[in-house]
């Protein structure tokens, strides 16, 4: 902690030194207060522009007022200017001043405006647009404000968004949870649907991003799934008459390397936007090491191990959107993405195993190799129709997605000393293919009742089938592959899972100046079909049905302050990666698998938030309290049949209670330096009556940004991460602590930017240990996780538009899965939101 404290310390007074040698050569200012001259009163958000004189229709510079009034601007030469303040409801006044060598600062004192019953007339305001905004049920980061969106991935720009953390090893959560989901462009996409959204999200150029929003109170449209939310990536959208795109390269001094290309356009009243990225991934060999006690068997008692492993691997995705207008009313979109991946496993383990008076059993190395195999394709259609009465429309939305899941292993023992037990095989080769399709219909319909009032409803059918084939083979003694069954049971060989589910919805909502309501209630059934197709007894099926209600109240104390509660009631269904019985035993000693019997998880959630923002301060707070009762947990037991075999898998055992407290807070003292604060403080309390596990405890995860805009177009950004001792039911998981500093430099006019960083300086390896106790057994482990890397990148952007595309404003968002996208597979990481 001394260490963490040191260093952000150092940085944010190398940071202040670096900006005070930058106002050094930009000290001349301009300052006041803006107040209503009838009720003596601060005016706040009034626009506060500088031209020069001879220019005083067209602003060199502008600025916001605070809360309080104030405003301070600075300008770059000596020269004759004219300071213009514009209000809504005020009359324009306008201020000459001058400034030169001898006088640098005018401050203009209080500035006294008066009402005007004419409107305004439209007036630019070039003023920094602030980070972070908060709507009624959620809060919106502004990419575009944001200069490191120019050269980073979006995955790095996430660890930047409120309530959201992307911890060292890149596992998302969202308020402390791992089931959330990411959509893309208010819809959910197959790209961002699996265990491997990390990597999707590092090939994504921010570049190409424009907000990120984070839902923290979903309504009853979205799926009754979601504790921890929802995030919301919106690509750029404001394609014009004309093209416009960018294209971007890096690479690593780990041996990575990708390239990606973005593409919009519009050609009538046919719009068009595409992009494409690939990337080519590699890692160093990273090293492990664990001791693990077995406490019911004295022969079989203690187990080292020590071993390493490396991962490489290629993926691409590709989304392309296309919108056409018939006209003004009716619009049809069409948009397909397709991803795919494979990265390849190599390892290397060496094994021994003791009895109680510390006699070696016998050992054993292991060389292993594998594959995965994992893409998707998708495809969507939505018709959207608009009444000549404002804000109302009706869509019509259809969706279809397939993702394919499949993986290779081969294991192979050598230099084998001692007796083993006969059932553990060291020679074997796995082969999973599983597979998801799924279909989906959905209408939905909403009418405002009055420019206050608005209600929506809507109706959807999902038909979801996961299949999952396992072949499993082992060397005879003549070193032929023969097929065997999988450890656990022969049945789950072949194993097929149904879904159909149906719901409708109905919301209302309503917004005045100060004051807004959003309420909703969802019906949502289901049924669940399970079949294994080689032992049909096994064979069952699960009808529910759930009534999902939803509220949120929010209440604008002041313009820039805003308080807000809401309650949610959500389900999760288990995904494919929860209920697949495939066995995993590349480690013949710790296999893990599905389990295909898991029913869906319930929760409760409240939150409460409070907000302020303007030019120079951020400030978001909120307080969280869930409960679920029936949790889907990962646990670890023996089987007394093998006592030597460690075995896991998931089952609804959980009852899980959390209160967190997250605070986003940002200060911009002036447009060329920025520090940016996110935090989160958790209280976790988790039970388990069926394994006779209690835990409870605190926890905290933080996120500290500082950037500083140099002369010549240069930034510089430096970044500290922590994440504290994470609370689970049998596992005690290490802090983790990251660092990243990095140096971009705009090129061309600002049409280029390249980008030096240096991730973890400080420290060769990331280093987490765990601890995992039981009833039967007690393992400590240490992973050591390569970090330190040098990456460059590159952008260049072209092109120039002139008038928007227009998109569907709603379409299908499937959002019902725990498992999904952020999850990283199983609730072992913290728990829900």
Do not use: C
Not at 449 to 465: A, D, V
């Amino acid at each position: 902690m001394k260490k963490i404290l040191f260093l952000v310390v150092v940085t944010v007074l190398s940071t202040v030194a670096l900006e005070a040698q930058v106002r050094a050569n930009d000290t001349y200012a301009i300052s006041g207060q803006v107040i209503d001259s009838l009720s003596n009163e601060p005016v706040a958000f009034a626009t506060i522009g500088v031209s020069l004189a001879q220019a005083a229709t067209q602003y060199i510079n502008a600025a916001a007022t605070e809360d309080n009034g104030k405003f301070e601007i600075q300008l770059k030469a000596s020269g004759n200017y004219v300071l213009t303040v514009q209000s809504v409801g005020f009359a324009t006044l306008t201020k000459p001043f001058v400034m030169t060598e001898s006088n640098k600062t005018v401050n203009f004192g209080k500035i006294f405006i008066q009402e005007n019953v004419q409107a305004l007339s439209e007036v630019t305001v070039t003023a920094q647009k602030p980070l972070v905004k908060v709507e009624i049920d959620k809060l919106i980061y502004n990419m575009e404000e944001d200069p490191d969106a120019k050269v980073n991935n979006t995955l790095e720009m996430l660890r930047k968004v409120p309530m959201v953390t992307v911890d060292g090893e890149d596992k998302i959560q969202l308020k402390g949870a791992s089931n959330f989901k990411i959509y893309l462009n208010g819809k959910p996409s197959n790209l961002l649907s699996g265990q491997n959204v990390s990597d999707v999200l590092k090939s994504m150029p921010a570049n190409t991003i424009k907000n990120i929003e984070v839902i923290t109170d979903p309504g009853a449209r979205y799926d009754a799934e979601g504790v921890g939310g929802i995030i919301n990536i919106i690509t750029i959208k404001n394609a014009f008459q004309g093209y416009q795109g960018s294209v971007g390269a890096n690479a690593g001094t780990f041996g990575s390397f990708g390239g990606n290309t973005y593409l919009t356009a519009k050609i009538g009243k046919f719009g068009i936007t595409g992009n494409y990225s690939y990337n080519n991934n590699r890692r160093p060999w990273g090293k492990d090491e664990s001791v693990s006690e077995n406490l019911i068997n004295p022969q079989y008692h203690l187990e080292k191990s020590t071993g390493k492993s490396n991962n490489r691997g290629t993926y691409m995705y590709g989304n392309l959107e296309a919108s056409l207008e018939f006209d003004t009313l009716r619009l049809l979109s069409f948009g397909i993405n397709l991803y795919n991946g494979q990265y390849k496993r190599m390892t290397e383990r060496a094994i021994e195993m003791y009895n109680n008076a510390e006699g070696q059993e016998y050992s054993y190395k292991t060389d292993g190799s594998g594959k995965n195999e994992y893409g998707s394709t998708g495809l969507s259609l939505d018709y959207q129709r608009s009444t000549r009465k404002k804000n109302e429309l009706i869509t019509f939305s259809y969706r279809f997605t397939h993702s394919p899941d499949g993986s290779e292993s081969f294991t192979y023992a050598r230099e084998i000393t001692g007796e083993m037990p006969l059932y553990i095989r060291l020679d074997q080769w796995y082969d999973n293919n599983a597979r998801t399709a799924e279909h989906t219909g959905q209408i939905d319909y909403t009418t405002p009742i009055t420019p206050k009032h608005t209600i929506e409803t809507g109706l959807k059918y999902i038909l979801r089938q996961n299949i999952s084939k396992v072949n499993h083979y082992e060397l005879d003694a003549n070193g032929n592959w023969v097929e065997l069954p999988t450890s656990i049971n022969s049945a789950n060989r072949d194993f097929e899972h149904t879904s159909n589910i149906y719901a409708g919805y109905v919301g209302y909502a309503f917004k005045s100046p100060k004051f807004g309501f959003r309420t909703g209630l969802r019906a949502e059934g289901t049924k669940q079909d399970v079949k294994f197709r080689l032992d049909e007894s096994k064979n069952f099926d699960v009808d529910y049905f759930n009534m999902v209600p939803s509220a949120t109240v929010s209440y604008q104390l002041k313009p820039s302050q805003q308080l807000r509660l809401g309650y949610s009631l959500r389900i999760y269904r288990p995904s494919i990666w929860y209920l697949n019985p495939y066995v995993n035993d590349v480690d013949p000693y710790n296999i893990s698998y599905g389990n295909p019997n898991l029913k869906p998880e319930k929760s409760n959630s409240f939150n409460l938030n409070y907000s302020f923002f303007s030019q120079k301060y951020t400030l978001n707070a909120s307080v969280n309290y869930y409960f679920i009762n029936n949790s889907i947990e990962r646990y670890a037991f023996i089987d007394p049949a093998k006592p030597e075999v460690r075995q896991s898998t998931y089952d609804n055992i959980g009852s899980r209670k959390q209160v967190s407290s997250f605070l986003t807070a940002g200060w911009t003292p002036n447009p060329k330096l920025r520090f940016n604060l996110n935090g989160g403080l958790y209280y976790m309390d988790m039970h388990s009556p069926e394994l006779g596990i209690s835990r409870n405890g605190v926890f905290a995860m933080s996120y500290f940004n500082a950037q500083l805009t140099l002369p010549k177009d240069f930034r510089v950004n430096a970044m500290v991460q922590y994440q504290g001792r994470i609370i689970m039911l049998q596992t005690q998981q290490s802090e983790i602590f990251f660092t990243n500093f990095a140096l971009n430099k705009d090129l061309l006019k600002k049409k280029m930017t390249v980008s030096l960083s240096f991730n973890n300086p400080i420290s060769k390896d990331l280093i987490i240990k765990s601890k995992t106790s039981t009833e039967f057994f007690e393992t400590n482990a240490k992973y050591y996780n390569p970090m330190r890397e040098v990456r460059i990148s590159l952008s260049y952007r072209f092109g120039t538009m002139k008038e928007a595309i227009k998109k569907v404003q709603r379409g299908i968002s499937n959002d019902d899965v725990k498992g999904g996208g952020g999850g990283d597979g199983g609730g072992s990481t913290g728990g829900g939101g």
